[in-house]
């Protein structure tokens, strides 16, 4: 049996709505703040200038920093927190901290950190993830997981359910991209449609988007952060640092808080439905199109399947190979060269004639391995 792409296994989570821990006012809710706390004076500064953004409703800050490499700055540890106090009292925001291990939780806890987030690095690790569920059974405490470093999506969804188990049910997932071996314009990759299965396979599970961790880099931030809005994420962390240029971890991707108020007042937040009931009319006689459209192309698949058979079952007759090169270098050429004279993604129509290719090639191996009667 073929295992299918979207499955219920994860009903049973127990999750609540995003304007249950938070006010949102049914917008995405905006995180910002810096990388890192790094002195009382830049976490305060930082703060006072973002609480003039009034979207803004939830300030964050790393106070234990996992670097990749030694010797580079590791966090303020415990006293950031009492910076962060002071955030809440003088500039009404509620705070939230990146938390690694069971002491983190608990000390970020006893200050008073309203939110917890656990970080890529943490996510790929089940005994911390556990260590942490742990230390917060019983607490009534929203928490915020970003995806593991690796794009690995049951890892992801059992870093939630470990949360999920201990009681918790304010939960957001935070997409900060993946890592990836080789060249790209980001620093982690996205790969949207992971996102999009996560939202598939828990559709009740709030997704927020990192941009400043896929970016990298300042520029890239707000194409970023513009295709989550279009994809209908439910929030943004961006970092912003009141002087980015003397951050002491990703300088390259901070934003000064202007310039993040500036983007904040750019980007477009394009609603998941309307209550146009003459978009709705037209939406639906678009869709109707497509639902006739895809009827065809199935109907079509079903026969280029037939042929496969065929094919098939000539190959066998004859003792010829299932898998022919030459062939398959000729489809995946013709095919993209037409794509590219009717101004298709050459790209898409490749990658479509991949997956019909492999699905020949199951077919026709079944069809060898039949047992002839
Ligand atoms: C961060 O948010 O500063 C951070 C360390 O992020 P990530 O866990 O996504 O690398
Ligand atoms: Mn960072």
Redesign the pocket.
Known sequence: MEKALINTKFEYLKIQALNTWITTDNEPLIIAGP??AETREQVLETAKTLSQIPVIQLF?A?IW??RTRPNSFEGVGEQGLWWLKEVKEKYNFKTTV?VANAHHAELAMKHGVDVL???????VNPFSVQEIADAIKGVDIPVMI??P?HADLQLWIGAIERINNAGITKLAA?H??FHFFGKSKYR?KPMWELMIELKTLLPELPVIC?P??ISGKRELIHNVAQKALNLGVNGL?I?SHIDPSKAL??AEQQLQPNDLKELLAILQFPKTISTNAEFANKLNSFRAMIDEIDDELINLLKKRISVIEDIGIYKKEHNITVFQLERWQEILRTRSQLAEKLGLSRHHIEKLCQLLHEESIRVQNEVMNKKTV
């Not at 987030?117 to 996510?123: D, F, P």
């Open positions: 990388c890192g964050r790393g920093k996992p990146e987030w656990i970080g890529a690095r943490t996510t970003k995806n470093i935070v900060r991209g982690n990192d400043s961790h962390m970092e971890s990703d």
